[in-house]
């Protein structure tokens, strides 16, 4: 059990920096989710947080830096596409996937012989690099399986105890998690949907593979297991217009129902988000940790719209809704 600090603002950067250069847990906000951070090039660091989160050791992570120039100390090959994407998206929700170099420790990559690597554009994460002068690696702050974490508020409800402090940067901004790409040879792929879409990338470096290499270790690549981002209990999609039938098929559980444009049935603990994709996202997982905190042990989801500006979203609502009823041994803790 460790004494989490709660840190806010540029004021407390410093301080958080110090915690992390002394090899310590610092949960930081970034653009698109709050991460959990540690020094990605001290081994000890890196492992302790799976021992946090509860993380497979199977699971890689994503190291976070500044710029392209940092990233090329990292890896073996930095090709010119991987260039024109950071030159594009950096900083920003891209993460780019690219053999690793030895310095990277195996702690960090899951034994891979890739690393993830972004620079995220929130100014309290950019801040923190650059007072720690070193890249960190930070997953999503939120206990293994889990939903991510958009607020320091959820940071705590998951990890309070079990990391040294978290720096409280208000609500994130997009939401969802980055926009994952392979650029490891054989030609790009799309590991994990995120706000900047397929359309945007390929405008940069051509057609992009949707999914891993055939016979890739799906180890290598959990956000693509079936059921992941999940809040504990039964999640159902339905249209529209069946929610409220989905909602009395579950019962006797206390069912909550989240809507964007569905009237709400009775009796149903209702989450409201608004009926377009970034207002969407950003509050998706809030709402979703509030219909769990409301004891609701189903959540009916209203299917979102086809159509690409919503993929990300719907990649979530399909792995949070990817087995109807969850391992009781992955409840967060
Ligand atoms: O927006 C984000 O990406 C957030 C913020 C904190 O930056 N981070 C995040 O990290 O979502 P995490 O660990 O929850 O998800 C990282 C995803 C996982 O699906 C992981 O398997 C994949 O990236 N990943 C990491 N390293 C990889 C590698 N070398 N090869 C393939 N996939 C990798
Ligand atoms: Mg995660």
């Given at each position: 059990?460790?004494?989490?600090?709660?840190?806010?603002?540029?004021?407390d950067?410093?301080?958080?920096?110090?915690?992390?250069?002394?090899?310590?847990?610092v949960?930081?906000?970034?653009?698109?989710v709050?991460?959990?951070?540690?020094?990605?090039?001290?081994?000890?660091?890196?492992?302790?947080i799976?021992?946090?989160?509860?993380?497979?050791a199977?699971?890689?992570l994503?190291?976070?830096?500044?710029?392209?120039?940092e990233?090329?100390?990292?890896?073996?090959?930095?090709?010119?596409i991987?260039?024109?994407?950071?030159?594009?998206?950096?900083?920003?929700?891209?993460?780019?996937?690219?053999?690793?170099a030895?310095?990277?420790?195996?702690?960090?990559?899951?034994?891979?012989?890739?690393?993830?690597?972004r620079?995220?554009r929130?100014?309290?994460?950019r801040a923190?690099l650059?007072?720690?002068?070193?890249p960190?690696?930070?997953?999503?702050?939120?206990?293994?399986?889990?939903?991510?974490?958009?607020?320091?508020?959820?940071?705590?409800?998951?990890?309070?105890?079990?990391?040294?402090?978290?720096?409280?940067?208000?609500?994130?901004?997009?939401?969802?998690?980055?926009?994952?790409?392979?650029?490891?040879p054989?030609?790009?792929?799309?590991?994990?949907?995120?706000?900047?879409?397929?359309?945007?990338?390929?405008?940069?470096?051509?057609?992009?593979?949707?999914?891993?290499?055939?016979?890739?270790?799906?180890?290598?690549?959990?956000?693509l297991?079936?059921?992941?981002y999940?809040?504990?209990?039964?999640?159902?999609?339905?249209?529209?217009?069946?929610v409220?039938?989905?909602?009395?098929?579950?019962?006797?559980?206390?069912?909550?129902?989240?809507?964007?444009?569905?009237?709400?049935?009775?009796?149903?603990v209702?989450?409201?988000?608004?009926?377009?994709?970034?207002?969407?996202a950003?509050?998706?997982?809030s709402?979703l940790r509030?219909?769990?905190?409301?004891a609701c042990?189903?959540?009916?989801?209203e299917?979102?719209?086809?159509?690409?500006?919503?993929?990300?979203?719907r990649?979530?609502?399909?792995?949070a809704?990817?087995?109807?009823?969850?391992?009781?041994?992955?409840r967060?803790?």
């Amino acid at each position: 059990m460790r004494a989490t600090r709660r840190l806010a603002g540029a004021a407390d950067v410093p301080e958080a920096a110090r915690l992390l250069r002394e090899g310590g847990l610092v949960a930081f906000p970034t653009e698109t989710v709050y991460g959990l951070g540690a020094l990605a090039l001290d081994p000890l660091a890196a492992r302790s947080i799976y021992a946090a989160k509860g993380r497979p050791a199977t699971n890689p992570l994503i190291v976070h830096l500044l710029s392209a120039l940092e990233a090329r100390a990292l890896v073996t090959a930095w090709p010119e596409i991987a260039q024109r994407l950071a030159d594009r998206f950096w900083p920003g929700p891209l993460t780019l996937v690219l053999p690793r170099a030895s310095l990277v420790p195996d702690e960090v990559t899951a034994g891979g012989t890739t690393v993830a690597l972004r620079a995220p554009r929130h100014p309290l994460a950019r801040a923190l690099l650059a007072e720690v002068g070193a890249p960190l690696a930070a997953p999503s702050a939120n206990r293994s399986e889990h939903v991510s974490p958009t607020t320091a508020a959820h940071v705590l409800k998951d990890l309070d105890g079990r990391i040294d402090a978290v720096l409280d940067g208000g609500p994130c901004d997009l939401g969802i998690e980055s926009t994952v790409l392979s650029l490891a040879p054989g030609g790009p792929r799309l590991l994990r949907a995120g706000s900047i879409g397929l359309a945007d990338l390929e405008a940069i470096c051509g057609p992009i593979v949707l999914g891993p290499a055939p016979g890739a270790v799906i180890a290598a690549s959990p956000g693509l297991q079936a059921r992941h981002y999940a809040p504990a209990g039964i999640v159902r999609l339905a249209a529209g217009a069946d929610v409220a039938l989905a909602c009395s098929a579950l019962r006797p559980s206390r069912v909550g129902a989240l809507l964007h444009q569905a009237a709400a049935p009775a009796g149903v603990v209702t989450a409201r988000l608004p009926a377009e994709p970034a207002g969407y996202a950003r509050g998706l997982y809030s709402a979703l940790r509030d219909l769990e905190d409301q004891a609701c042990d189903a959540i009916v989801v209203e299917a979102v719209p086809q159509g690409a500006a919503w993929d990300a979203i719907r990649d979530r609502l399909q792995r949070a809704a990817g087995s109807s009823v969850l391992d009781p041994a992955a409840r967060p803790g």
